[in-house]
């Protein structure tokens, strides 16, 4: 579900061996309103913070159709993959 607010993409840069890197990407299109992706931008940064990897985010505005132009894993994948290993 996309309405016209949650056309965005964030991509996550986390600590990575001393470096910032972009790490996952948050698509706001696949969550059901802007309100919803802002919260797991919420949850992305504080699960980072707490193991001592925070970073930034830095955020693309997408139209409704056009593919996620970063090939990243998404926050969900990169958390469980990355920060439960």
């Known amino acids: 579900m996309t309405d016209a607010d949650n056309l965005w993409v964030g ?4 600590v990575v061996d001393g470096d910032l890197k ?3 990407v948050v698509d706001a299109r696949r969550y059901a309103d ?4 802002r919260e797991v931008i919420k949850e992305a940064g504080s699960a980072l913070r707490e193991r001592g ?3 930034q985010f830095e ?3 997408v139209t409704a159709d056009e593919p996620v132009p970063f090939d990243l894993p998404g926050w969900d994948e990169y958390r469980e993959r990355v920060l439960r290993g």
């Open 59 to 61: 955020f693309h505005e």
């Open 53 to 55: 990897q925070a970073g």
């Open 22 to 24: 972009a790490a996952f």
């Open 11 to 14: 991509i996550g840069y986390a």
């Open 34 to 37: 802007d309100a919803v992706a």
